[in-house]
């Protein structure tokens, strides 16, 4: 079984640039996660989709990020313009809606300057 | 109320030995507690989970204690290698798949 794929795995862009990031969840999983880690910390859950559907939005910095799941299948995480505390890995995860667990992607680094 | 407090933020533990990890959480409604390990360059990966209606789950050498009155959890390493060098993470959920992270522990098995 084909793990979550993200790409790209790193991205350097100078502060105030806009930059994307995307996902390809496990096939048939109909629930996927954006999570941001920053170095030395656990992660935290930006936004979660269930199919095409946004359930929980509430940690998004919404001036600046958003995220889409076109037919509910691969995702885009956008943030416009990038500040320097956005430095971080963005994890992208998915999950069956009936077992819950969470297989992660390898992440993506974002490095802002 | 949703955070997760883990201790210790690192530790270092010869081959072997016992590993142990703790965790403790606010929230009373959480009813999911994993633990995730990480290596460097990868996305966390589930190790072993626990619900509440249990004090201790097994899996090989991994073991998880959950001491429900006192709101905490543990995760035991027994006969730690070298392999098992990673970052640890507990986490909690109300709804079992929106998990809050703790900070994490950075483990080193010594050969």
């Known amino acids: 079984e084909a793990g979550v794929a993200q790409s790209p795995r790193y991205k350097i862009i100078e502060k105030r640039q806009s930059v994307a990031f995307w996902c390809n969840p496990i096939?048939?999983?109909?629930?996927l996660y954006w999570y941001q880690q920053i170095l030395g910390q656990g992660p935290k859950l930006l936004i979660q989709?269930?199919?095409?559907?946004?359930?929980?939005d509430s940690q998004l910095p919404k001036d600046r990020f958003s995220a889409e799941r076109l037919k509910g299948v691969d995702s885009t995480l956008k943030i416009q313009p990038a500040k320097l505390e956005d430095s971080a890995v963005y994890l992208c995860?998915?999950?069956?809606?009936?077992?819950?667990?969470?297989?992660f992607g390898q992440g993506t680094r974002l490095t802002v300057v | 109320q949703q955070q997760v407090k883990q201790s210790p933020q690192s530790l270092i533990v010869q081959k072997g030995g016992i590993s142990i990890i703790n965790c403790a959480y606010e929230?009373?409604?959480?009813?999911?507690f994993p633990w995730y390990q990480q290596f460097p360059g990868k996305g966390p990966a589930l190790l072993i989970a626990?619900?509440?209606?249990?004090s201790e789950k097994k899996e090989g050498r991994f073991t998880i204690s959950f001491n429900k009155s006192a709101k905490q959890f543990s995760l035991h390493i027994m006969d730690s290698q070298p392999g098992d060098s990673a970052t640890y993470f507990c986490a909690a959920s109300k709804i079992v798949w929106r998990l809050t992270f703790g900070e994490g522990t950075q483990l080193t098995v010594n050969p």
């Open positions: 929230n009373t409604a959480f009813d999911y």
């Open positions: 626990i619900r509440p209606d249990v």
């Open positions: 995860a998915s999950s069956l809606i009936t077992k819950g667990e969470a297989f």
């Open positions: 989709f269930q199919n095409n559907g946004v359930v929980d």
């Open positions: 096939s048939g999983h109909a629930t």
